[in-house]
């Protein structure tokens, strides 16, 4: 069992039990204990499978946490509060995020860093990131204290688990991952209602696609319980619409799509952001929120482009060219600039955010 492949153990599983969902295979091939993608690499960077915005430019980290910090001080600077960042991966964003909030008066000592991360490799590298500040780490969301919340979560919520439905008249039937010819294929279950999916009638048609994911209500429902209880702010950013509709789920291995059936557990896998769920969730737990904003526009309105500008004067050459290079990967439309949306939460009693619109 020890020379086994996550592919092998998936094949095995499925003649066992039958076919899964897909929510079950991308938590396979994410989570599993010793083969999931998570608990046995480090993701990120130019060696890794893919690049996230704060990997990019220190300029992205630094704006959310002025924007955070802002925000704490519009309620009134509450002592002590929680700050923190679900899937904070090599922990990039928060270091740049507490550099820029050093002069920010009380901040940091009023601060409890809090990060919600699974994988024990990355726990490792989050901590030497982080040198010099105490840190907490949590499994989950429901382990973060009650008191106020200010957090951020950059592409979290895309690694999540999902659902996949197709619909069939009145009916949806589930996708699953079985096997044809003893290789792992993409099959349909039997037709049957959904109630979670009863509102989609009126937007769909037969053979249409809809996505749904499990964990995101409950996560989205805790950490606006807290806000809207104690106050604070969540800064969700991600890639995604206002509604699902489609096929989202891509794998990326070294930065290039690949099939997600092909190396279970080596690529990783994400799917797009139903951001309406997040809305609605959070409007239920009594928190208000800013309309969905492209990152593009979000950065712009906190002032990227006078940073980008500040310190591209004491850059010259390969230096100057590549911060030019990620002030366009973080605002262009055809870059990040649409396709990555932020989502603000807040108290139903407080202003917003700075950059974002209600």
Known sequence: AGKMSLKDHLIARIRQDGPMSVADYMAECLLHPTRGYYTTRDPLGAAGDFTTAPE???????????CLAQSWLDQGAPAPFTLAELGPGRGTLMADLLRATRAVPGFHTALRLHLVEASPSLRRTQAETLQGYEVTWADSIEALPQQPLFLVANEFFDALPIRQFVRDGDGWRERCVGLAEGALCFGLGPAAPQPALEHRLADTKSDDLVELCPAS?????SLAQRIAQHGGAALIIDYGDWRSLGDTL???KSHAPVDPLLVPGTADLTAHVDFEVLCSVATGAGCSHSRVTPQGVFLERLGIT???????NRLEGAALDSLVAAHRRLTHPDEMGNLFKVLGITPATTSLPPGLIS
Not at 56 to 66: A, D, T, V, Y
Not at 217 to 221: D, G, K, V, Y
């Open 56 to 66: 990019i430019s220190q300029m992205f980290g630094e704006l959310l946490g002025l």
């Open 250 to 252: 891509q794998a990326l």
């Open 306 to 312: 006078e940073r980008a500008r500040a310190l591209a």
């Open 217 to 221: 209500p409950p996560i989205t429902a």
